[in-house]
């Protein structure tokens, strides 16, 4: 399968650690990368690959992976992480390679 | 600095035509790929088609193939993404990406949103 499956909606109290996960057949051969997306403004890349963050995104985010579900943790969550998050991956299979998951809104308490 | 800047807002008919733009600067335009990426309103991220400029490989979501067409001129380093005749369904924030790398899954660097109204 293609799909990349993610909980809608996950809350956090500011400062705990919170998990986000994405599920699919493909993560069990490719990473999953992760975006973030605040209300009008476009996607920003947190994580890719096995754990790496772009220049510029703090160190409270990382990037994990089991099985067929890849994870971005956010430990110590800030009111400034609540927005919208993003997997995607390779799909492995088709003509077309990647695919997006249906995304999670952050809330943080 | 590396930046994507995507052409304004549209504003169009049901079966009018039009092609949206996005311009590459700060980096080697043909050595990564750009991916274009639909966003309707209130909903999630789509994948429509991704195009690798340096051979002009061009790849399409199923869900998109036949209804748009992307294509790269690298002598002005612009990726464009085209419509023949829209439809209201064609309503949304589009937005191009480019990889990290020429094969890589992650698109590091996003245009600011080109949003398509179509409506009669």
């Known amino acids: 399968s293609s799909e990349l499956t993610q909980d809608p909606v996950v809350s956090v109290a500011l400062g705990q650690t919170v998990r986000i996960t994405c599920q699919g057949a493909?993560?069990?051969?490719?990473?999953a990368n992760w975006y973030q997306q605040k209300p009008g403004q476009a996607p920003v890349l947190v994580i890719y690959g096995k754990n790496y963050r772009p220049s510029g995104i703090p160190d409270r985010f990382s990037g994990s992976s089991s099985g067929d579900t890849g994870s971005l943790t956010i430990t110590g969550a800030q009111a400034e992480d609540e927005g919208d998050y993003y997997c995607?991956?390779?799909?492995?299979?088709?003509?077309?390679?990647?695919?997006f998951g249906g995304g999670t809104k952050l809330t943080v308490l | 600095e590396v930046q994507l800047m995507q052409s304004g807002t549209e504003v169009k008919k049901p079966g009018e035509s039009l092609t949206i733009s996005c311009k590459g600067s700060?980096?080697?335009?043909?050595?990564?790929?750009i991916g274009w990426v639909r966003q309707m309103p209130g909903k999630g991220l789509e994948w429509m088609g991704i195009?690798?400029?340096?051979?002009?490989?061009?790849r399409y979501s199923p869900s998109f193939q036949g209804q748009v067409t992307i294509s790269a001129d690298t002598s002005i380093s612009t990726a464009y993404l085209q419509w023949s005749s829209l439809k209201a369904s064609n309503t949304a924030m589009y937005y191009c990406?480019?990889?990290?790398?020429?094969?890589?899954?992650?698109?590091?660097?996003w245009g600011q949103g080109t949003l398509v109204i179509v409506s009669s």
């Open positions: 195009i690798y400029p340096g051979d002009s490989d061009t």
């Open positions: 493909s993560l069990r051969t490719y990473y």
């Open positions: 995607n991956s390779r799909t492995g299979s088709g003509n077309f390679p990647f695919v």
């Open positions: 990406a480019k990889s990290r790398g020429p094969a890589s899954d992650a698109f590091d660097i």
């Open positions: 700060g980096y080697s335009f043909t050595d990564y790929s």
